[in-house]
Each structure stands twice: as structure tokens, then as C-alpha cells.
């Protein structure tokens, strides 16, 4: 179009031209400017006008064909010609698309919930003309932000804000569905886990509340170690108190059953390092002193000693 306007100005230069050209003195000659500009603001007029019967569709768009304003079709990517000034194109995005949403809702413990969401969408491009008629170019800010809110605060008000926090991505699967649902009513689809939750956040006086719950939450299970320790430790001596009754019985047991000097021997013995005792009965028998223990009397029964 640009070229049609300064080819249209040029051809109304050449006219002015001409008529200032009888009205001047006959040692000013306008006819040769007159005549060039008129040849150049034709071309410039035929160029413009063929140039403007091209339209380039880019890869990853769809052309929305218009007639007079009123919707006639789609055309793909490519280069198409159309009849300047009847016809007109506007181009729709049918790759996929990025947008961010901060939305507000209250949970269903009513506290305020501030949510940053990232939706990954793209246009059907089969109805693409569809959504062009009925939303325009401004689907982002008409269709898309406000679906997102919606569908926010009807799944966050299902849930207490501790919920929300712990199921996390229950709470983002459900918000996916809904939007999903509602979108493709104006024929904008979501890709598959194209929703992303990229925050929560809660009132200063609620995060100053988790904050205090979880540090009793910690103290509590270190109180709890530690019992669980002492109750460890309390076994422990029961059973090694146990332990040593039943070993005391045994002994005791021993002491009336064999008598008290052969237990003593045979403790004697399971210790004994191989080497002669140093500490003797002395008394200057005929044998020399004696030792302080009689193996062959220990060894002895009680009855054999009873029963010389």
C-alpha cells in the first residue's frame, strides 16, 4: 500500500506540474518533470498494487481470510494472492504459547491463596476462523487469564490451605482438567501437562503459623527419640538384670547339687593359665607345705566324701 500512496502522489505531482507549465514563461519547461513523474507514479502504482496481491502466511501461523471485514476462510502457510482492497488477512499463532496468570481464591479454610500459573496452549488450527469470530486477537486477556482464575478458585476452595500445600499436584492435575474443559469450547487447546503451578502464596500471619507448627512438629519427634531411647536403654538393663538372676540361679543351683568346693575347682580349671600356683599352705611338713587347693579331694563327689 505503500507504494500505491507515493505512485498516487507522484501521478498528482505530474498533473500540477502540467498546469504550472502554461502558466509560466516559456524559459521554464515543466513538461519533462511532469511527464517523469507521471511514468514513475504509475510504476510505483502497478508495483504497489501487485505487491499487495501477495500475502505470505509464516510457518507456524494460519491466515485468517477476510472480505470487506467478513470472514471468508483460512488459508495455511505460504504465499497466497488476494484482490488488494477487497480482501484482507490477518494472521493467528497456531504454535504452542506461553502464558503466565497471577490469580487470587480463597481456600476452603478461607485463607487467601495467591497463585502464579503457566499455561502451555496452542490454537486448533481447523477453527481457527471460528475463534477469530468470536473472541478476535485478544483471546489472551478475553478467554484465556480469566478461565484460569475461574478454574483456580473453584478447585482451591475444595481444599484447607495445609491441603493445597500437601497436594500439590492433585490440586494442579484438577485445575489442568477444568481449564482444559472450558477451553475447548473456544477451540484453544492445552497441551499435555501444559499447566505448571509455579507458586503458592499465603498470608504473612498463616506462613508465620506453618512456620511455628512445624518447629513443635520437630521438637515433638525429638521428644519422641528421646523416649524411644530411654525405653530402649530401660529394656536393656531389665534384660541384662535378667540375665544375670537366671545366672545367679544356675550358680546357686550348681553350689546344691555338686557341692560348693567342686564348682569352685572347675572354675579353677576353665581359668587356670598352665602355670604351678605361687602361694602354697607352707608349714613345714615332711612334704614340704601343700598346695592351698586339693585337686583330688575336689574332684571328689559329695558321697565319695562322705563314704571314706
Excluded: C
Excluded at 509464516?58 to 495455511?76: D, E, I, K, M
Excluded at 511455628?212 to 541384662?240: C, G, H, I, P, W
Excluded at 550358680?251 to 593359665?273: F, H, Q
Aim: aromatic fraction near 8%.
Amino acid at each position: 500500500m505503500g507504494f500505491v500512496f507515493l505512485g498516487f502522489l507522484l501521478l498528482v505531482g505530474s498533473f500540477v506540474m502540467r498546469g504550472l507549465n502554461k502558466q509560466t514563461s516559456s524559459k521554464v519547461n515543466l513538461q519533462p518533470a511532469a511527464w517523469a513523474s507521471g511514468i514513475v507514479g504509475l510504476l510505483f502504482m502497478i508495483i504497489g498494487s501487485l505487491w499487495g496481491a501477495f500475502v505470505q502466511v509464516p510457518a507456524g501461523y494460519s491466515g485468517v481470510l477476510l472480505r470487506f471485514g467478513a470472514l471468508q476462510g483460512t488459508l495455511t502457510p505460504g504465499i497466497h494472492m488476494v484482490v488488494p482492497g477487497v480482501q484482507s488477512v490477518v494472521l493467528m499463532e497456531t504454535r504452542t504459547q506461553k502464558e503466565e496468570s497471577t490469580a487470587s481464591a480463597a481456600s476452603r479454610d478461607l485463607q487467601v491463596v495467591t497463585t502464579v500459573l503457566a499455561l502451555n496452549f496452542r490454537i486448533d488450527q481447523a477453527k481457527v476462523d471460528d475463534l477469530y469470530g468470536s473472541v478476535g486477537t485478544m483471546y489472551k486477556a478475553r478467554i484465556i487469564d480469566p478461565t484460569v482464575q475461574e478454574s483456580l478458585k473453584v478447585v482451591t476452595s475444595r481444599y484447607t490451605a495445609e491441603e493445597l500445600i500437601r497436594n500439590r499436584q492433585q490440586v494442579k492435575s484438577e485445575v489442568e482438567a477444568d481449564i482444559t474443559r472450558r477451553l475447548s469450547q473456544y477451540n484453544i487447546i492445552v497441551d499435555p501437562s501444559g499447566l505448571s503451578i509455579v507458586n503458592f502464596d499465603f498470608s504473612p500471619e498463616f506462613n508465620k503459623a506453618i512456620e511455628a507448627k512445624s518447629v513443635a512438629q520437630q521438637e515433638a519427634e525429638r521428644q519422641k527419640f528421646v523416649l524411644q531411647q530411654a525405653e530402649l536403654q530401660r529394656q536393656t538393663e531389665v534384660a541384662r538384670a535378667k540375665g544375670q538372676s537366671e545366672a545367679a540361679k544356675l550358680n546357686a543351683e550348681s553350689l546344691r547339687i555338686s557341692g560348693g568346693s567342686l564348682v569352685i575347682a572347675r572354675e579353677w580349671i576353665e581359668k587356670w593359665d598352665g602355670k604351678l600356683p605361687s602361694v602354697s599352705a607352707g608349714g613345714g611338713g615332711a612334704s614340704g607345705g601343700g598346695f592351698i587347693i586339693d585337686l583330688k579331694s575336689l574332684m571328689e563327689t559329695p558321697q565319695q566324701q562322705n563314704n571314706p
